[in-house]
């Protein structure tokens, strides 16, 4: 039964989720030595010590004996004062209340129920052939078929291990449950229902039947490496609309956002610029798999919600004043700001070198903010949901046509929702000293955005590109590269110059290009592909090479609202 008086969280699935995978799961040696398999040993062929448990659900209560003083090497040190144990246990596992000998085993009995939860447990599973799992596939590159998903489907199997399993450091459990209640979404998830799941079969609070899912359509994993699948960039479109529809409903307090740990980062900052919400979401990832030897995913996890409950982000209106935020190894990092630099705990960094850490977390005492984000985000942003308009004009080429030439493009549908199709294209180009082949022609530096260019006039009418130039004002490092670019604008594809990778200067605008001030080149295409949503392309010049002056003034009297986004974004 619901309680009330806890706030409710949402609890997205992304893609990708490193949070939301295990390591495989492998048969035991209680289950090698039942069946008579070969048993696992350790890199030395000497044998394996312990076999990995793994949780499990027990199938009928079992009444089991825990030896007193076990649980720590000092308990028996202080045995003063502790209790007396149930009984004991003799030579021949026969328990009494009472000691019968002096060699008797003093212990617990405690009765084990299929309703207490998860217990760890030796993993028996084998394959269908009779052989042990060794990987997540029958062979070293097993076909899907063949393979099992690493990835859980949603986020409350995590949510369970860690209310059943995780302990805090007053020595509780419940670390979750215990402050909020949770309702689990999947919006292009890791992993998938091949097979469907009718709805009396799930075990999240979802409704309604699912049909069977497609790798690299519905679920997008990065293991087994060989089956790996990203998302494509129309899904932008569903992530906002899932995330926008639930964040408006009046249920929630706020929510939580889990993905792959190098996609987080460019998904938290898309919604920080789309979502019109008043309520805090944390971006949250992990490193390690779920269960690995020192795995951050859980700690983050209830970090999130130690956050939103302690409502330290909402204002004196109780609007959300920090914006998207990543909650990663206690950090709060501005969602426009962080950036993963290493793969490992503690391996985000903040970028543009004016602050991105915004306070600290899990420290024993309730969340820290120490600063707060300058720059618009959620519902104060200028590119939100809200304020995106139907439809804007973009440009488009057709076949056997020299000039391109300005078209209706429809942003969102009937019902407000953001479409697929509006989801417009940005290509990323980076710059370097020494790129031309001689002293005297750069034609060479040109092939690349011609072809993007062309083939972005004949089939994304909202199209545009970053420059990732030198530090710090993202200049480019030829001039036939600067005048294709020009060639780009001229055509109705606007370009945001940046510096080069963490650019702590900030670019401005020069010449027709946008400034992108201190984000990064991958941060400033998602603000570009917002801006073009929100103000269309450019009107382009009859010829993109010989821009007259009033075609010109049109062009920079449009830049001039990109460029007031990207200066306050």
């Known amino acids: 039964m619901s309680d009330s008086t806890k706030p409710r969280i949402a609890y997205f699935a992304g893609s990708n989720a490193t949070i939301h995978s295990i390591p495989p799961l492998i048969t035991s040696n209680k289950a090698r030595a039942k069946y008579g398999l070969a048993p696992l040993r350790n890199p030395d062929q000497t044998p394996a010590r312990f076999d990995v448990l793994r949780a499990q659900r027990l ?88 393979t099992r998903q690493p990835f859980f489907p949603d986020g409350s199997r995590p949510v369970e291990e860690i209310d059943r399993l995780s302990v805090g450091e007053q020595g509780t459990g419940n670390l979750i449950s215990a402050y909020a209640e949770v309702d689990f979404f999947r919006v292009l998830p890791a992993s998938g229902y091949k097979k469907g799941l009718p709805a009396d079969r799930r075990t999240d609070v979802g409704t ?92 983050n996890l209830v970090d999130s919600v130690d956050f939103i409950t302690s409502r330290i982000w909402a204002d004196e209106s109780g609007k959300n004043r920090v914006g998207l935020v990543l909650i990663q190894e206690q950090q709060i990092f501005a969602a426009r700001e962080v950036q993963k630099g290493d793969a490992r705990p503690g391996g985000y960094v903040a970028t543009g070198g004016h602050g991105g850490i915004l306070g600290g977390i899990g420290f024993g005492g309730p969340p820290v903010i120490n600063y707060l984000p300058a720059t618009r985000h959620t519902y104060r942003s200028e590119v939100n949901v809200s304020r995106l308009p139907a439809q804007v004009m973009g440009v488009r080429r057709g076949d056997g046509e020299t000039r391109p030439v300005q078209v209706a493009v429809p942003i969102k549908g009937r019902s407000g929702e953001l479409l697929d199709s509006a989801i417009p294209k940005v290509s990323i180009i980076k710059d370097g000293n020494y790129v031309t082949d001689d002293f005297d022609s750069g034609i060479d530096t040109q092939v690349d955005v011609l072809a993007l260019i062309d083939a972005m006039l004949r089939r994304a009418p909202l199209a545009g590109f970053v420059l990732e130039g030198l530090s710090p004002y993202g200049t480019p490092t030829s001039r036939p590269r600067h005048q294709v670019l020009l060639r780009a604008v001229c055509s109705g594809m606007p370009v945001v110059r940046v510096g080069r990778g963490n650019n702590e200067g900030f670019a401005m605008p020069v010449d027709l290009f946008i400034g992108g001030r201190n984000l990064t080149s991958t941060k400033a295409r998602l603000l570009l592909m917002a801006c073009l949503m929100r103000f269309g392309g450019l009107p382009p010049a009859a010829n993109p090479d010989q821009p007259t002056k009033q075609e010109l003034d049109a062009i920079r009297a449009k830049l001039a609202e990109y460029q007031a986004v990207f200066d306050t974004h």
Not at 83 to 101: C, V
Not at 247 to 261: P, R, V
Request: aromatic content about 8%.
């Open 208 to 299: 309604g039947d699912i049909p069977p899912e497609t790798l690299g359509k519905d679920f997008f994993p990065y293991r087994p490496p060989h089956l790996g699948q990203h998302p494509s960039r129309p899904g932008l479109a569903r992530i906002t609309n899932t995330v926008q529809a639930a964040l408006a409903s009046g249920k929630y307090a706020g929510a939580i956002w889990t993905q792959g740990s190098p996609r987080v980062e460019e998904t938290l900052y898309w919604l920080n610029l789309l979502l019109d919400t008043t309520l805090p979401l944390c971006g949250n990832s992990a490193q390690r798999a779920h269960g690995m030897i020192s795995n951050d995913g859980p700690k």
């Open 59 to 146: 199938a009928r209560p079992a009444v089991v004996y825990v030896e007193q003083f076990s649980a720590h090497p000092l308990e028996a040190d202080a045995a003063e004062l502790y209790g007396p144990p149930d009984g004991f246990l003799d030579a021949q596992g026969n328990f009494r209340k009472e000691r019968q000998g002096p060699s008797d085993k003093p212990v617990y009995e405690v009765e084990l129920r299929p309703d207490d939860g998860l217990y760890p447990l030796p993993y028996m599973a084998r394959q269908a052939d009779g052989r042990a799992w060794d990987a997540d596939g029958a062979e070293e590159i097993a076909p899907a078929s063949q």
